[in-house]
């Protein structure tokens, strides 16, 4: 395989925190303006990347980092969070950036090899990127581009653009790998050992002009207990009504209310499977078709588990129950277990021209569908419901998304005094989501409708961009991206009345531009500044609920996001390392979040338009290689974030206030050793502070279920290679076993091995 190199110019500030111990001997040198790829697969970022860049190997993956999903490939990035709560989270890691917190999974871009993971359907937990489409085996590198300072993205660009390049061979490979892990965790009166195990294996060629490559992993984890049932202690009713019980904790949620903690909840055991094909053929030097088919399936069983005990000393799952004086109803819904099964497609199929002297230009076209997608969940309590009952079963089936792309770069004139890009995009979204009740929740057909919403969205782009450099030591760079929005086919239906939406049909423009200056060999000084739109997504406009015939809890007439980002960098370059310094600033109006509007008898509580938030920051990044000793490396990064709400007509209390999981300091570190060829160590940090859940910043008690707390974490890695064909390793993430949230426990001190051998 190729090695990958980056060439860091004026517009793209750290290629890699990282470093690569081999760099090859005919490694470009570094120009003005441009970031330069060298891999058997192109990354589908844009050649002239007006703003700050950053980027990882997948041999660097390999050495330095615990990872088990592809998502831990952006562990110590700066400024980027990834909120995983447990090994196989498929439905709540969301990415969060400089100035967007982990609720706000529509305000960044997630893609492998040019194929849309992020799933713009709707913005939060439970629609994060679909990362299971990416094992960590099959990365050959992570680029990551920050904000919305290329005219080649939409506005879900204004935090981060994420393009996984997976591998492609140029002989014949073949790899296996097999890890397993456990956790040790105890939260309130729930603990235990959770462990898991992963094995992958793939296999690739090249004969002349045509390759291919497989990859086959399975993932099987049982995750810690996520979610805890509770009641506020001034629900209870005073008397004797109610069945005495023992086991629940006395507690304060986020608002320092006390509560009690009646058991654990959402305790997954998932298995997935993950198969992807790829072929490609250069039809000559300068010209490739490639095809790819991923196909990721995963059955989830959720976990529950009581702390109540009746005299006799009987667990407690449903009924009237007196805690301390007090009565208490409990719901099916407070220990409600579940079954998931999912199976998501999909493809991606290019011709891309690379390396022509004046144009070269890609024809790229995705599908991503839920062929299968069914969450199961009963209406009886437990214990009866462990042997079935009535029940609704979610089916979601025809949800996905398409892309189509036609891009060109020109050249015109000299060599480099210009490069243009442009482009015409296609992207249409569609949410399908029918509730139906059965028989038997555990294998039960569905029956009759309980409710339905369903509805699409388009977005038409057309975008240019000119990278000038008007003189030795500058490049300017002026691009333009125009949309068209439409919101379709929308509508809502319970079991006997169904509402539809009016079409909308809007249009946007957002301008880019930057400008660098290279006034030292050593020193960049650059600006970009860009306009971001982030239009609502099909769940935020039309998921909600009919009562007595009047739809609540959404709004159709929604206004997207309008922000505008600006970026100020300092880059200096040493013999081993690089220093950089950002100040970013972010001025969003119409920011969407879930809030109450109190202006209104009765309040409504729904997704809103939050009137402008405004974020200002300063981003630090430094890595060098064979610092103080040969074979020592270093990254580390600091970020400051000043987020806040400057204005809310329909909730007044937040202004001023912090952005929710936007917290004013994050950290990361990683230093690598290296001893001799074989083996290699590696300790790494992370650090997150004190930040806020809700708008009104109202939850001040971080430590407990549904907080967002701060974090000091460690991490560790010894790898081993065992002659020229094996590696073994050994890795312990949150070493000091931090107890940390967001809004879920993340995971506590867990042990990952792994074998490895690659021929």
């Given at each position: 395989?190729?090695?990958?190199?980056?060439?860091?110019g004026a517009l793209?500030?750290i290629?890699s925190?990282?470093?690569t111990a081999?760099e090859?001997?005919?490694?470009?040198t570094?120009?003005?303006?441009?970031?330069?790829?060298t891999?058997?697969?192109?990354?589908s970022?844009?050649?002239?990347i007006?703003?700050?860049?950053?980027?990882?190997?997948g041999d660097?993956?390999?050495v330095a980092?615990n990872?088990?999903?592809?998502?831990?490939?952006l562990?110590?990035?700066?400024?980027?969070l990834?909120?995983k709560?447990?090994?196989?989270?498929?439905?709540?890691?969301?990415?969060a950036?400089?100035?967007?917190?982990t609720g706000?999974?529509?305000?960044?871009?997630?893609?492998?090899?040019?194929i849309?993971?992020?799933?713009l359907?709707?913005?939060?937990a439970?629609?994060?990127?679909?990362?299971?489409?990416?094992?960590?085996?099959?990365?050959?590198?992570v680029d990551?581009?920050?904000?919305?300072f290329?005219a080649?993205?939409?506005?879900?660009?204004?935090?981060?653009?994420?393009?996984?390049?997976?591998?492609?061979?140029?002989e014949?490979?073949m790899s296996?790998?097999?890890?397993?892990f456990?956790?040790?965790?105890a939260?309130?009166?729930s603990?235990g050992?959770?462990?898991?195990w992963?094995?992958?294996?793939?296999v690739?060629?090249?004969?002349?002009?045509?390759?291919?490559?497989?990859?086959?992993s399975r993932?099987?984890s049982?995750g810690?207990?996520?979610?805890?049932a509770?009641?506020?202690v001034?629900?209870?009713?005073?008397g004797?009504a109610?069945t005495?019980?023992?086991?629940?904790?006395?507690?304060r949620n986020?608002?320092?209310?006390?509560?009690?903690?009646?058991?654990?909840?959402?305790?997954?055991e998932?298995?997935?499977?993950?198969?992807k094909?790829?072929?490609?053929f250069?039809?000559s030097?300068?010209l490739?078709?490639?095809?790819?088919?991923g196909v990721?399936?995963n059955d989830?069983n959720r976990n529950?588990?009581?702390?109540?005990?009746?005299a006799?000393?009987?667990?407690?799952?449903?009924?009237?129950?007196?805690v301390d004086?007090r009565?208490?109803?409990?719901?099916a819904?407070?220990?409600?277990?579940?079954?998931?099964?999912l199976?998501?497609?999909m493809?991606?199929?290019?011709?891309?021209s690379?390396g022509?002297?004046?144009?070269?230009?890609?024809?790229?076209a995705?599908?991503?569908?839920?062929?299968?997608?069914?969450?199961r969940?009963p209406?009886?309590?437990?214990p009866?419901?462990?042997l079935?009952g009535?029940?609704?079963?979610?089916?979601q089936h025809g949800t996905?998304?398409?892309?189509?792309?036609?891009?060109?770069?020109w050249?015109p004139?000299?060599?480099g005094?210009h490069?243009v890009?442009?482009g015409?995009q296609?992207?249409?979204?569609?949410l399908?989501t029918?509730?139906?009740?059965?028989?038997?929740w555990?294998?039960?057909?569905?029956?009759?409708?309980v409710?339905e919403?369903?509805?699409?969205?388009?977005?038409?782009?057309v975008?240019?961009?000119?990278t000038?450099?008007f003189?030795e030591?500058?490049?300017a760079?002026?691009?333009?991206?125009v949309?068209r929005?439409?919101?379709s086919?929308?509508?809502l239906?319970?079991a006997t009345?169904?509402?539809?939406?009016?079409?909308?049909?809007?249009?946007y423009?957002s301008?880019?531009?930057?400008?660098?200056?290279?006034?030292?060999?050593?020193?960049?000084?650059?600006?970009?500044?860009?306009?971001?739109v982030?239009l609502p997504t099909v769940s935020e406009?039309y998921?909600?609920s009919?009562s007595v015939?009047v739809?609540?809890?959404n709004?159709?007439?929604?206004?997207?996001e309008?922000s505008?980002?600006?970026?100020l960098?300092?880059e200096r370059?040493?013999?081993?390392?690089?220093?950089?310094?950002?100040?970013?600033?972010?001025?969003?109006?119409?920011?969407?979040?879930?809030?109450?509007?109190v202006t209104?008898?009765p309040?409504v509580t729904?997704?809103?338009n939050?009137?402008r938030?405004?974020t200002?920051?300063?981003?630090?990044?430094w890595?060098?290689?064979?610092?103080?000793?040969?074979?020592?490396?270093l990254s580390?990064?600091?970020t400051?974030?000043?987020?806040?709400?400057?204005?809310?007509?329909?909730?007044?209390?937040s202004v001023g206030?912090?952005?929710?999981?936007?917290?004013?300091?994050?950290?990361?570190a990683?230093?690598t050793y290296r001893?001799?060829?074989?083996?290699?160590?590696?300790l790494g940090?992370r650090?997150?502070g004190?930040q806020?859940?809700?708008?009104?910043n109202?939850?001040?008690?971080?430590?407990?279920?549904?907080?967002t707390s701060?974090?000091?974490?460690?991490?560790?890695?010894?790898?081993?290679?065992?002659?020229?064909?094996?590696?073994?390793?050994l890795?312990?993430?949150?070493?000091?076993?931090?107890?940390?949230?967001?809004?879920?426990?993340y995971?506590?001190?867990?042990?990952?091995?792994?074998l490895?051998?690659n021929?």
């Amino acid at each position: 395989m190729k090695t990958t190199t980056f060439l860091i110019g004026a517009l793209g500030a750290i290629a890699s925190p990282f470093v690569t111990a081999d760099e090859p001997d005919d490694a470009p040198t570094r120009e003005l303006g441009i970031v330069t790829v060298t891999a058997s697969r192109p990354t589908s970022l844009p050649t002239q990347i007006p703003t700050t860049i950053e980027g990882i190997t997948g041999d660097e993956v390999t050495v330095a980092i615990n990872a088990t999903d592809s998502e831990d490939a952006l562990k110590y990035f700066p400024s980027l969070l990834v909120r995983k709560r447990y090994i196989g989270d498929f439905d709540h890691a969301v990415l969060a950036t400089r100035a967007s917190g982990t609720g706000n999974s529509a305000r960044s871009l997630v893609y492998a090899d040019g194929i849309l993971l992020s799933n713009l359907l709707g913005n939060g937990a439970t629609f994060t990127p679909r990362w299971g489409l990416v094992t960590p085996e099959e990365i050959e590198r992570v680029d990551v581009l920050y904000g919305p300072f290329s005219a080649a993205y939409p506005g879900n660009s204004v935090g981060a653009v994420v393009d996984y390049v997976t591998r492609m061979p140029d002989e014949l490979e073949m790899s296996v790998k097999l890890g397993s892990f456990g956790e040790d965790f105890a939260i309130y009166d729930s603990s235990g050992r959770f462990t898991g195990w992963k094995a992958s294996a793939s296999v690739g060629d090249r004969n002349d002009k045509f390759s291919w490559w497989l990859n086959f992993s399975r993932l099987d984890s049982d995750g810690h207990p996520l979610s805890f049932a509770n009641k506020l202690v001034s629900t209870g009713v005073p008397g004797s009504a109610g069945t005495p019980v023992t086991g629940a904790i006395a507690d304060r949620n986020p608002r320092n209310q006390d509560w009690l903690i009646l058991g654990s909840t959402t305790q997954y055991e998932t298995v997935q499977d993950h198969a992807k094909a790829k072929v490609a053929f250069d039809f000559s030097p300068t010209l490739r078709a490639s095809y790819t088919l991923g196909v990721w399936h995963n059955d989830a069983n959720r976990n529950s588990e009581t702390y109540l005990r009746d005299a006799a000393g009987n667990p407690v799952y449903s009924g009237n129950i007196n805690v301390d004086g007090r009565s208490y109803a409990l719901t099916a819904t407070d220990f409600a277990p579940g079954l998931s099964e999912l199976t998501h497609l999909m493809q991606g199929l290019s011709i891309k021209s690379h390396g022509r002297e004046r144009f070269d230009w890609e024809i790229a076209a995705s599908a991503y569908d839920y062929t299968d997608d069914i969450a199961r969940a009963p209406t009886v309590a437990l214990p009866a419901a462990e042997l079935g009952g009535a029940g609704r079963i979610t089916n979601q089936h025809g949800t996905g998304w398409r892309a189509l792309a036609l891009r060109g770069t020109w050249t015109p004139g000299a060599e480099g005094e210009h490069i243009v890009d442009l482009g015409v995009q296609l992207n249409d979204y569609r949410l399908k989501t029918l509730v139906s009740g059965t028989p038997d929740w555990i294998g039960g057909p569905a029956e009759a409708g309980v409710s339905e919403f369903r509805g699409k969205t388009g977005l038409l782009g057309v975008y240019a961009q000119d990278t000038w450099k008007f003189a030795e030591d500058w490049r300017a760079t002026l691009g333009a991206r125009v949309e068209r929005w439409r919101a379709s086919d929308g509508a809502l239906s319970n079991a006997t009345s169904t509402f539809a939406f009016a079409e909308r049909d809007e249009d946007y423009f957002s301008p880019k531009a930057a400008l660098a200056w290279q006034f030292t060999p050593d020193w960049v000084l650059k600006a970009s500044v860009g306009r971001a739109v982030r239009l609502p997504t099909v769940s935020e406009l039309y998921q909600g609920s009919i009562s007595v015939d009047v739809i609540v809890n959404n709004d159709p007439n929604l206004k997207p996001e309008k922000s505008w980002t600006g970026e100020l960098t300092a880059e200096r370059q040493f013999g081993n390392g690089l220093l950089r310094a950002t100040y970013f600033s972010e001025d969003s109006r119409d920011a969407l979040y879930s809030q109450t509007n109190v202006t209104v008898v009765p309040n409504v509580t729904n997704i809103q338009n939050v009137d402008r938030i405004r974020t200002r920051g300063l981003e630090m990044a430094w890595q060098a290689e064979a610092i103080f000793v040969d074979g020592l490396d270093l990254s580390a990064s600091l970020t400051y974030a000043h987020s806040r709400t400057v204005e809310n007509t329909n909730f007044p209390a937040s202004v001023g206030k912090w952005q929710p999981r936007v917290p004013e300091w994050r950290a990361n570190a990683l230093a690598t050793y290296r001893f001799g060829d074989r083996w290699t160590t590696t300790l790494g940090a992370r650090y997150s502070g004190e930040q806020f859940n809700t708008l009104d910043n109202s939850d001040t008690n971080p430590f407990t279920f549904t907080g967002t707390s701060k974090f000091l974490v460690f991490d560790a890695r010894v790898r081993c290679r065992i002659g020229e064909t094996w590696s073994a390793s050994l890795g312990i993430d949150n070493l000091g076993n931090e107890e940390y949230w967001a809004f879920h426990p993340y995971s506590q001190r867990t042990f990952a091995a792994e074998l490895a051998a690659n021929f």
